[in-house]
């Protein structure tokens, strides 16, 4: 027996909805299964890991938090990946976005006003989009693939970040520890009631829109999609191809960068070698498990963010260790990819006897 | 001092040749599997224990190849039969293959294991200046190079490779030529996810024999990064794994010295050496364009 | 979305109701919780902490209950980390590693009925002590050892960071290294990681192929040990006993012993007993174990546990006067002592070390 697949006169607008949640039924059933073989109750389990996270103001609060960020550089990055521009090194926009927003409390301390604000995030935006440049104009002068030199680029910038943070940038009064000074007032981000939820996600949630209407409603978004799907018909229609790969460039790297120093300026507070669990590349699948649609992604980001918080609740609550949340958390992703498969196919189960059975999966 | 570096470069090369190696044939059958790192690390984790409960290296061996090869089967039937986005599938594969490694060694932390034994020729290993280096390494060693020989030739001289490349770059043609795309795909990710297995296999195994959660360190991405700078081809795939390990190891080498040069500027040297190199050799557009898979990173399911 | 949270929620309530019963069960043990960096598998640092949790589990048996989260980033994961164990009703929480200082202070303030105990930093409230160990006293030690069993005169030293607690074992190491032999030389290399056995391990390489006959590590990872083994030298191990890795080439290994005084913490609270404290603890303790040395000489031992005794007796202080700095200036003169601030805050080198510290 084998699984065939068979491609839908259209797309099924239907499963574009209900695949999720085919998803997440599985991953219910897996995961009751993992956590009866580990011994622990599985619906006490699915609870933790699924229910709780939205069963308190401060979890709800919490999630959006680890979502922000998801959702911003996504945003940026499944624009990028429609005009088929492969920038994999957002996690190094955004530790330059964070350097580059930074400087403004550190080496000038004393402005504090709305303005202060205003200049680290603009200057951060300008931090991931330099970096981003960077492999852009590699690419369009030499050629050069940007995957390579996205990623590489990564830990450049992470050195940079331990070399300024153990030594120029270094708090005076911080005992000789690797931390910047403490950022408080205007050069913080204003939170919004009282966990950490911040003007960071209303800027987030406003990006995520106006890209989608980038997309749908505007010339440029055409010109991305064209790009992206056929460059031979697009340089056809007049599009340059390396401009476009600038402009993507420049757009996700501005947002990773965006992202970057809107976290050191909320829930860290200060810069110092770690600012990151790796956000520039959870986004990536973020980008593609929102399906590249700015809209999409929003949803996407609260996903992952449940899959991360889930695994620490796990952690806590059921004594489970980060690995078997780790693996959890492949499964689920497994299983909503592999779900999104249904809305553009029909799955078949093609036996040795002739007869059809239809998965009604 | 100039044998015992050239040494040490080998030992670090090794393990990134390996990997890339290996998804350099994933992609020239088109697919791009992100998942390197997670395969490399339940190699890792595989050939220790197999190696341990064993005590034979050489199972090990075996062991983490097909550890790779398991892995990167999940990943064939996700990207191939079940036309998942591959990029996110790859991402989500390394997450899973972290979490599933550091559960297997869970009771491998702290222990000992077998160290894959080097060659000892009487006679030949003991020559001066190249007897260690030529007639000194483990099997490991000596495979990636013969796998680098037998992957280029493979690829260039041999129907296989044909039909292997065809794939890789029109896949609509190829099935219309009545090559079977998703069975040569999933050929190809096999390959891969057993050479990446190999590459993990030999940190646990030869490089550092123990096992420590997460021991692959990244070196999953370098590969897939040295994939690019060969630009497809198995000879360059090799001069880039030497290369970045000569730079890092003389990054070290220069720290030793007490130059007073930034440790973090030395370590980041690779990476720039890399970038340089790629952009250098990306100037000659023709072979550049003639080497990338042109489905790279695209599903592909036949019309019936 | 409100919708789906709300529904979600009803959910979540109907659930919980259902599983209240089983939690009131739990309720009457003190609950304890730790927070680590780095995976409790990495035979280091974590792992070490990790065996201190199941030591307090050991000896108060039903009276406590713990929970640890590892793999926790020093970023923002660290507030909410431990946000979530206090919300948990955990009584006591040790959160272990420098970067988590801002992050329990901030937690510790919202929840004043919270004991928290924060590692290696330098920040305390109330409800917050600090704790960490004189690892500097150990690499005193072993420096002594190094000088006495170096034939190249050349030592190599493998490091992760340069925060104060590296940089003072650094220079403690030096300084018990020329007490014994005034021509020894130090090569640091800085492999910008606390494991990657890897690098660790090319790192060592490098350094043998540049003379060094013994290897010493401020890294977690058994590698740089194993190669020593390889190259038939000697080399101290870091965090936990690696003689089991490199029996022919480990002489001993500056572990760190939390058992005791987990324990004790934990116990005062059940005791009704804790205060904020600042602990630095070190041989004297039993913070900072040495295993049995071996691989040396009689001689080289005897005078390795004399040192030994004299630190843990109080009579011989590693950072006593005089001292110069690498620039030839005095730090400290005969006959005074460093303080504690200064050894915490330490980000220079003695004379005789050649490499250089970010300033």
């Known amino acids: ?360 999966a | 001092m100039l044998e015992a570096t050239i040494l040490t470069i080998i030992t670090a090369a090794t393990p990134l040749l390996l990997a890339a190696i290996g998804e350099l044939v994933t992609e020239r059958s088109g697919v791009l599997n992100l998942g390197v790192e997670g395969m490399m690390v339940m190699g890792a984790v595989a050939g220790f224990g197999v190696a341990l409960m064993t005590g034979s290296a050489l199972l090990g061996v075996v062991a983490a190849a097909l550890a790779g090869m398991a892995l990167a089967l999940l990943f064939a039937v996700l990207t191939q039969t079940l036309v998942t986005n591959q990029v996110a599938t790859g991402l989500a594969l390394t997450l899973f293959g972290i979490g599933l490694s550091g559960l297997a060694g869970e009771r491998f932390v702290g222990q000992p294991g077998v160290r894959l034994q080097k060659l000892d020729i009487p006679g030949l290993t003991d020559l001066p200046y190249v007897g260690k280096i030529l007639f000194g390494q483990d099997i490991l060693v000596y495979f990636s190079v013969v796998l680098v020989l037998v992957v280029g030739h493979v690829l260039f001289r041999t129907r296989i490779g044909l039909v292997l490349r065809a794939v890789g770059d029109n896949h609509g043609s190829a099935h219309a030529l009545g090559y079977r795309v998703i069975a040569v795909r999933y050929g190809a990710i096999l390959f891969g996810g057993a050479a990446s297995g190999l590459g993990g296999g030999y940190l646990s195994l030869a490089y550092t024999p123990q096992w420590v959660e997460n021991m692959t360190a990244g070196r999953g991405w370098i590969a897939l990064a040295l994939v690019v700078f060969a630009s497809w081809l198995p000879w360059r795939a090799m001069v880039g794994a030497y290369l970045f390990a000569t730079v890092t190891i003389l990054g070290f080498a220069a720290q030793g010295m007490g130059l007073g040069i930034p440790a973090q500027f030395l370590s980041s040297l690779p990476y720039l050496v890399t970038i340089l190199a790629l952009v250098i050799i990306s100037k000659n557009r023709l072979v550049m364009r003639a080497n990338t898979p042109a489905c790279l990173g695209q599903s592909f399911v036949p019309d019936r | 979305m409100k919708r789906f949270v709300a529904i979600a929620a009803a959910l979540g309530l109907g659930l919980a109701g259902g599983l209240a019963a089983g939690a009131a069960k739990a309720a009457e043990k003190l609950k304890a919780a730790w927070v680590y960096v780095g995976p409790v598998g990495d035979f280091g640092y974590s792992y070490q902490h990790d065996l201190g949790r199941k030591a307090v589990e050991k000896a108060l048996g039903d009276k406590v209950q713990t929970t640890y989260v590892e793999n926790v980033q020093e970023g923002p994961d660290a507030e909410r980390a431990i946000e979530r164990l206090a919300r948990d009703g955990n009584k006591i929480i040790f959160t272990t590693s420098f970067g988590f200082m801002d992050p329990t202070i901030k937690v510790a303030k919202k929840y004043p009925n919270i004991y928290f105990e924060h590692a290696t930093g330098f920040k305390r409230e109330k409800n917050v002590a600090t704790f960490s160990a004189r690892f500097y006293e150990g690499r005193y030690v072993i420096g002594q050892i190094a000088g006495k069993m170096s034939k190249t005169n050349t030592v190599g030293y493998i490091v992760s960071f340069p925060i104060p607690e590296v940089v003072s074992g650094i220079n403690a190491f030096m300084l018990g290294a020329q007490s014994v032999n005034p021509n020894i030389k130090v090569k640091i290399v800085w492999v910008n990681s606390w494991y990657d056995p890897g690098k660790e391990a090319d790192a060592a390489k490098v350094l043998v192929s540049q003379g060094a006959d013994i290897l010493v590590q401020h890294t977690d990872s058994t590698a740089p040990l194993q190669v020593a083994q390889e190259k038939g030298i000697l080399g101290f191990g870091q965090s936990s006993d690696m003689a089991k890795f490199a029996p022919k080439a480990q002489i001993t290994a500056i572990t760190d012993d939390w058992d005791p005084y987990y324990i004790s913490r934990v116990k005062a609270v059940l005791d009704g007993t804790w205060k904020s404290t600042d602990t630095w603890d070190g041989m004297k303790e039993g913070m900072v174990v040495l295993p049995p040395i071996q691989n040396v000489p009689a001689d080289v031992k005897a005078l390795a546990e004399g040192t030994m005794a004299k630190i843990t007796a109080g009579t011989l202080k590693p950072f006593a006067g005089p001292i110069f700095k690498q620039d030839g200036s005095q730090v400290i003169p005969a006959g005074k002592e460093l303080d504690d601030p200064a050894i915490l805050s330490m980000n220079w080198y003695v004379k005789g070390i050649d490499d250089k510290l970010p300033q």
């Not at chain 1, 590249?292 to 609740?313: D, K, R, W």
């Open chain 1, 1 to 360: 027996m084998r699984i065939e697949l068979e491609k839908r006169p259209e797309r099924a607008e239907i499963f574009a909805w209900a695949s999720p949640l085919i998803a997440v039924a599985l991953t219910v059933v897996t995961g009751g299964l993992i956590f009866a073989l580990a011994g622990i109750n599985p619906l006490k389990g699915l609870y933790v890991f699924f229910i709780e996270p939205f069963t308190s103001l401060w979890s709800i609060e919490e999630l959006i938090v680890k979502a922000t960020p998801l959702v911003l550089i996504g945003v940026g990055l499944s624009i990028a990946y429609r005009a088929n521009v492969w920038n994999i090194g957002a996690e190094g926009q955004f530790t330059m976005g964070a350097i580059f927003g930074a400087a403004v409390p550190i080496l000038l301390n004393g402005w504090n006003d709305p303005s202060t604000l205003v200049a680290m995030l603009v200057l951060g935006t300008i931090g991931g989009m330099v970096w981003g440049a960077i492999p852009a104009l590699l690419k369009v002068r030499f050629g050069a693939n940007e995957i390579l030199t996205s990623l590489m680029l990564v830990y450049v910038s992470q050195l940079l970040l331990d070399w300024l943070v153990r030594g120029i940038w270094r708090d005076p009064k911080g005992f000789n520890f690797p931390k910047s000074v403490g950022f408080d007032g205007w050069q913080t981000m204003p939170v919004i009631g009282d966990g950490r939820v911040n003007l960071g996600t209303a800027i987030a949630l406003v990006i995520a829109v106006l890209l989608a209407v980038l997309m749908s409603r505007t010339l440029k978004g055409f010109e991305v999609r064209v790009l992206g799907q056929a460059p031979r018909a697009g340089r056809f229609a007049g599009f340059s191809s390396e401009r476009m790969v600038v402009f993507a460039f420049l757009l996700s790297g501005g947002l990773a960068g965006l992202a970057g120093i809107m976290e050191v300026a909320s829930t860290i507070g200060q810069l110092q070698p770690n600012i990151s669990p790796g956000y520039g590349f959870t986004a990536i699948i973020v980008a593609f498990l929102g399906r590249l649609n700015p809209i999409g992604v929003i949803f996407a980001g609260i996903v992952l963010a449940v899959s991360y918080l889930g695994g620490e609740a796990a952690q806590v609550g059921l004594g489970i260790s980060d690995k078997t949340a780790r693996v959890f958390q492949g499964i689920l992703l497994f299983y909503i990819l592999a779900c999104d498969t249904l809305i553009l196919y029909r799955i078949r189960l093609v036996g040795r006897a002739p007869a059809e059975a239809r998965a009604h």
